[in-house]
């Protein structure tokens, strides 16, 4: 029975099973066939490793649980290696202030995520404390094939413990803030957004909005990093 014109019609297409979808990438995907036409539709699909890149992954684990991918070479490892064991040591730092008490004037508490309320507080402590898990427990792949200039790194959100790391990560100290502020990102470590970039409007932001600061990437990094040093 042929659909009426307006009709739609529905059902699984199986494409992986038809093209190579081993290279990571936005594929474009329009379904044409006996007449029956779709409208074209774009996706992400991070793609397989084939077997020599999974045993080459394989060999180089770090003891810290870091592989990596997009051919990192000896000195990004150890960048990378330095940068998130400081990552690890600042968000641990970051979990037991927000473990302890509230101090009497949670300066540092109030600068990065706004007027401080019980619950505010604890939803940080929360993320804290999943960040810190992550950055010591987590399978890490670093991934060094960003070139973009002007960009530290980036996540998919919805695919942990991947970081792509880019031009700017190589350029900066390796103190660790970068992998805290990505690690955020992660739907389940903290599910952060990107309302805010900079001191400036991270500060601006746990001004006017505690809640967007407290949902924050940034906000996060700086708490973390603590520089300068705020009780």
Known sequence: MSPSPREYLTGPVVVSD???????????????????????????IEGR???LEQADAQRQVSAAGISYSGACTSTEKSLINAAVSNAANYANTAYNYLNAPPPLLPTRY??????????????????????KDALENAAIVAD??????????????????????CNAFWNAPATGGTFVHEMSHFTVVAGTKDYAYGKVAATALALSNPSQALDNA??????????????
């Open 18 to 44: 038809v093209y190579d979808l081993s290279q990571t990438g936005t594929y474009s995907i329009r379904y044409d066939l006996a007449g029956f036409a779709s409208t074209e539709v774009s996706l992400f």
């Open 49 to 51: 490793p084939s077997s």
């Open 110 to 131: 109030t600068t990065w995520f706004g007027l401080y309320s019980p619950t505010n507080w604890t939803t940080a402590k929360s993320h804290f404390s999943n960040i």
């Open 144 to 165: 060094c094939s960003c070139e973009e200039n002007g960009i530290y790194a980036y996540v998919y959100p919805a695919s942990p413990y991947k970081i792509y790391l």
């Open 218 to 231: 940034d906000n996060h990094e700086y708490f973390a990093e603590n520089t300068p040093y705020l009780p």
